[in-house]
């Protein structure tokens, strides 16, 4: 079936230190997978995205590695800050489909 | 930096009456979504709509669901008969070609 999933619920990290949020999906069909990110109280924010062409992407601060074969997607957001603070989403989806699927999320705390 | 809006931002109704959740997609995208999000839990598509009709829809997205998009900006979704179980985060999104989703605040529905 469908699935997508996060490893950890909650990452505790020290400011100035990398995070890693790890995602799991099952469907070997998805082919587009994007992070998000969700401060209380607002919708999710696109942080990154990439397909399945790709095994690396990288945008400011923030890198998404894809592994197909173990259909394992990451998160590394370099020199975490306070600002950095919230729940992280990945989600995927198959080009046949309209949907994004999402996992059911990483909280991440910052500590000063 | 062009967003997608959403009103209300919180919507209170009494069990079995319509509400209609308003959004204005980001201009010159041409996929529209709905998804929702319960309280702690992940977010869950519902409908895509692309073209003046719908593309694609969640079990979720039952006969008292519906979408509109009445003229060229705003976005619509109906819950004909409102349920307690309806209480969540609504979340409108637009795609200028299908990939990469850009998510509205959220209106927040409690059915009471």
């Known amino acids: 079936g469908e699935s997508v999933g996060l490893h950890l619920p909650t990452l505790s990290v020290q400011e100035g230190d990398n995070s890693i949020i790890n995602c799991a999906y099952s469907?070997?069909?998805?082919?587009?997978f994007i992070w998000y990110k969700q401060e209380s109280g607002k919708g999710p924010q696109f942080i990154i995205d990439?397909?399945?062409?790709?095994d690396k992407r990288q945008g400011q601060r923030v890198t998404v590695l894809l592994n197909k074969t173990v259909k394992h997607l990451s998160l590394q957001i370099a020199a975490t800050q306070p600002g950095d603070s919230a729940v992280y989403f990945c989600?995927?989806?198959?080009?046949?489909?309209?949907?994004?699927?999402f996992g059911s999320g990483t909280r991440l705390l910052v500590r000063p | 930096e062009p967003e997608v809006t959403q009103t209300p931002s919180h919507q209170v109704t009494q069990m079995g009456q319509e509400v209609i959740l308003r959004c204005v997609p980001i201009s010159n995208h041409l996929y529209f979504y709905w998804y929702r999000q319960i309280l702690g839990q992940k977010v869950e598509f519902l409908v895509s709509?692309?073209?003046?009709?719908?593309?694609?829809k969640s079990e979720i997205f039952d006969d008292q669901f519906s979408v509109e998009r009445p003229d060229g900006s705003n976005f619509t979704l109906k819950i004909r008969s409102t349920k307690l179980e309806d209480s969540a985060m609504y979340f409108c999104a637009s795609s200028p070609s299908g990939g990469e989703q850009f998510f509205g605040p959220g209106t927040r529905l409690t059915v009471l």
């Open positions: 990439i397909r399945s062409n790709m």
């Open positions: 469907n070997s069909a998805s082919d587009y």
């Open positions: 709509f692309y073209n003046n009709e719908i593309s694609e």
């Open positions: 989600a995927e989806n198959k080009d046949s489909s309209y949907k994004l699927i």
